[in-house]
């Protein structure tokens, strides 16, 4: 699961080189530099979202067999 979170940060990250040196392609003159700090720009901005820790709580996945045996287990645990 990790090597796939981190494949598609990577993917991320090289579409976004990629997509900056084809806007300083398809640009002319001396415009190739604003037009890749304009792309590049846009493209962190999307990175900030797109790359940030998910920082939410774990999820407990149970198969329908185990619900009795984990509803007891967390039980046990908030203390009730």
């Known amino acids: 699961m990790l090597f796939r979170a981190n494949a598609a940060r990577?993917?991320?990250v090289l579409y976004g080189i990629a997509s900056?040196?084809?806007a300083w392609n398809a640009s002319?003159?001396?415009s190739q530099p604003i037009v890749a700090g304009i792309a590049a720009l846009?493209?962190?901005t999307l990175?900030?979202?797109a790359l940030r820790s998910s920082t939410?709580?774990?999820r407990v996945r149970a198969y329908?067999?185990?619900l009795p045996e984990l509803a007891?287990?967390?039980q046990r645990r908030s203390g009730a």
């Open 10 to 12: 990577l993917g991320w």
């Open 20 to 22: 900056t040196a084809m």
């Open 28 to 30: 002319t003159g001396p």
């Open 42 to 44: 846009w493209w962190t």
């Open 47 to 49: 990175a900030l979202f």
């Open 56 to 58: 939410r709580t774990r």
């Open 64 to 66: 329908l067999p185990q």
């Open 72 to 74: 007891t287990t967390l």
